[in-house]
């Protein structure tokens, strides 16, 4: 059985991104995306007795602040607050 297929019928793709698919989820916003990551790891860092704020910078952006007690670590961005994380280690 032959099946006629024109180009416009045919999915444009390569290996490195096939048709139809894709890494990025439709209506995403990155900020609401980086919001979650940022609650997720507020909630991890609450687990372990510590503290996680995001605080605005004057000239656009911010800078997060991770601390138990007395200590307060600036940290500039979420991986340097992932990294943290991992050095605090696990939930008490």
């Not at 999915?11 to 990551?37: C, F, M, N, R």
């Amino acid at each position: 059985m032959h099946t006629d297929t024109t180009p416009k019928e045919m999915p444009t793709a390569s290996i490195d991104d096939p048709a139809g698919h894709s890494d990025t989820l439709i209506g995403t916003d990155p900020a609401t995306t980086e919001k979650q990551v940022f609650a997720n790891l507020r909630a991890e860092f609450a687990r372990r007795g510590h503290m996680l704020l995001c605080i605005g910078r004057a000239g656009g952006g911010v800078c997060y602040y991770a601390g138990h007690a007395e200590e307060v670590y600036p940290l500039p961005t979420l991986e340097d607050v992932q990294h943290f994380l991992a050095r605090i280690g696990s939930a008490a």
